[in-house]
C-alpha cells in the first residue's frame, strides 16, 4: 500500500452559507420539481450490477475494503454546541464558559487529534472553517461520502443551520486531487423534508454490502433505501433508543463496523438499546456471520461514546481511533479484545464531545484513488460520467 499523504491544512474559508457544487461539463446539477436539485447522467448500467462490481473493484484494490488510509477533517475556530441539533441529540451538554476559550480549546483537539493520525501513517486533509454561523462543522463525516469507484455522495441534513457545511471548495479539492467519476447530490432532499445524514446516519460495511441504520430524525427510510439501491449495499434498519425512549440520533455513536479481515475483524455495538428481540438479534447475526468480532456496551459505554470508534489503515496496520473518555470506559477484558485488532489511539476531545459527537464523528473517510493535481481549477474532469438520479416526488 503505498504511503499516505502528509498532514495537509487548507486556507481558512469563512462559511457563510450552503455551498452547492457547481455545474460543470461532466456532471450536470439541474432543478427538479419545488427546487430539488437532480444530478442529470448521461450513462446509465443496464443490467443494474456493474455499478456494484465497480465499487467492489475499487474496495479490492485499495486492500482492505473496509479501512480508509485518509481522511479529510475540518478544524472550527469559532467551534459551539449547536442548539439546533441539541433537540434530539441526547449525547450533548450545555457549556457556559467563555465562548472565545472554548473555541480554541476544540481548536486544540482537532488539531492534535490530526496530529496523532498522521503519527501512525494515516493521511489528514484538514480544512479551516473560520467562520460563527456552522457550529457543528467539525463533523463532516454527515454531509458527504466517498467510495471507491470514485463515487462522492453529498447529503440532505435536517437542521438548517448545518446545511451550510457543504462546502464546495472540499468537493473540488477532491476532485482535483483524487479520481472522482460522478458527484451524486442529494441536498435537494431537504427541501421535501427528507433526510440522510451520512455516514452519522448510516453505518457502511463495505465488504459484506451492508447499510445499518436506526431510525431518527436525521434519516428518512424511504431515501435510505434509495441509497442502498443505487449502491446495492442491503438494508438493516431498525429502533434504538436509550432508557428513557429517547431515539439514538445517529447509528454511529451506537454501532461501529471495522475491519473485514478475519485477523483484524471488529464490530462494536451498544445492542441492549435495541429495545426489540427480533431486530436486535437480527442485527447481531449479521455482525457476527460477517467474522468479525463483536464486542457488546453498556448504555453507559454508548453515553461515553465507546462505540463512536472508526479503525482505520495505519502504516504499520490497522488502528482504532477513539476518544480518551471511550477508552476509559472499556472493561480490561474488552480493551484485551480490542488492542489484538488493532493498534489504540486515543485523542482527548471533551469539549467537541460536548457537542454530541466524538472522534468518529470528526473523520469523513476518503476511499478515493490518488491522482496527479489539475493545473488549473475547474469543475469536474474529463473521467466523470452521469446519469439521472430519480425525484423523490
Given amino acids: ?26 456532471v450536470d446539477h439541474r432543478m427538479g420539481r419545488a427546487g430539488h436539485s437532480v444530478v442529470a447522467y448521461e450513462q446509465t448500467n443496464d443490467d443494474g450490477g456493474s455499478s456494484a462490481r465497480a465499487l467492489m473493484k475499487g474496495y479490492e484494490a485499495a486492500g482492505d475494503p473496509q479501512l480508509a488510509a ?6 472550527p475556530h469559532h467551534f459551539r454546541p449547536n442548539p439546533v ?10 457549556i457556559t464558559e467563555d465562548p472565545v476559550l472554548v473555541g480554541k480549546r476544540a481548536h486544540g483537539e482537532v488539531s492534535r487529534l490530526a496530529e496523532q493520525l498522521q503519527r501512525a501513517g494515516v493521511g489528514v486533509e484538514l480544512f479551516e472553517d473560520t467562520g460563527t454561523v456552522t457550529p457543528d462543522s467539525v463533523f463532516p463525516n454527515n454531509w458527504f461520502s466517498t ?21 464546495r471548495e472540499i468537493v473540488e479539492h ?27 446516519a448510516m453505518v457502511l460495511d463495505h465488504a459484506s454490502r451492508t447499510a445499518y441504520a436506526c431510525y431518527s430524525q436525521r434519516i428518512t427510510a424511504t431515501l435510505f433505501f434509495r441509497w442502498c439501491n443505487e449502491f446495492m449495499y442491503e438494508p438493516v434498519l431498525f429502533h434504538a433508543a436509550d432508557k428513557t425512549g429517547t431515539p439514538v440520533y445517529h447509528t454511529n455513536v451506537m454501532l461501529s463496523v471495522g475491519s473485514a479481515n478475519l485477523e483484524h475483524g471488529l464490530a462494536v455495538i451498544g445492542s441492549s438499546m435495541i429495545h426489540s428481540r427480533y431486530e436486535r438479534d437480527a442485527v447481531l447475526d449479521r455482525l457476527r456471520s460477517s467474522g468479525r468480532t463483536v464486542v457488546e456496551l453498556n448504555e453507559t459505554q454508548i453515553r461515553s461514546f465507546a462505540a463512536n470508534v ?21 472493561t480490561a477484558t474488552q480493551l484485551q479484545q480490542l488492542e489484538a485488532k488493532a493498534q489504540i ?20 473517510q476518503n476511499y478515493l484513488s490518488p491522482q496527479a493535481p489539475r493545473k488549473t481549477w475547474g469543475y469536474g474532469n474529463s473521467a466523470e460520467t452521469s446519469r439521472r438520479y430519480p425525484r423523490l416526488s
Avoid: W
Wanted: aromatic share 4%.
Fill in 174 to 200: 477532491l476532485k482535483d486531487r483524487y479520481r472522482v467519476t460522478e458527484v451524486l447530490d442529494l441536498s435537494g432532499a431537504e427541501e421535501h423534508g427528507a433526510y440522510l445524514e451520512g455516514t452519522g
Fill in 147 to 167: 467510495h471507491a469507484d470514485g463515487r462522492l455522495v453529498l447529503y440532505p441534513m435536517f437542521a438548517p443551520n448545518r446545511r451550510g457545511e457543504r462546502r
Fill in 345 to 364: 489511539i486515543a485523542a482527548e476531545v471533551p469539549t467537541i464531545e460536548r457537542a454530541g459527537g466524538s472522534v468518529r464523528c470528526m473523520l469523513a
Fill in 1 to 26: 500500500m503505498s504511503e499516505p499523504p502528509a498532514l495537509t491544512s487548507h486556507p481558512p474559508v469563512t462559511v457563510t452559507a450552503a455551498s452547492p457544487v457547481a455545474p460543470s461539463a461532466a
Fill in 85 to 94: 441539533t441539541a433537540q434530539d441529540n441526547a449525547f450533548g451538554a450545555e
Fill in 70 to 75: 485518509r481522511v479529510v477533517m475540518v478544524r
Fill in 310 to 330: 472508526l479503525q482505520l489503515q495505519g502504516r504499520h496496520g490497522p488502528v482504532l481511533v477513539m476518544s480518551t473518555t471511550a477508552r476509559a470506559s472499556f
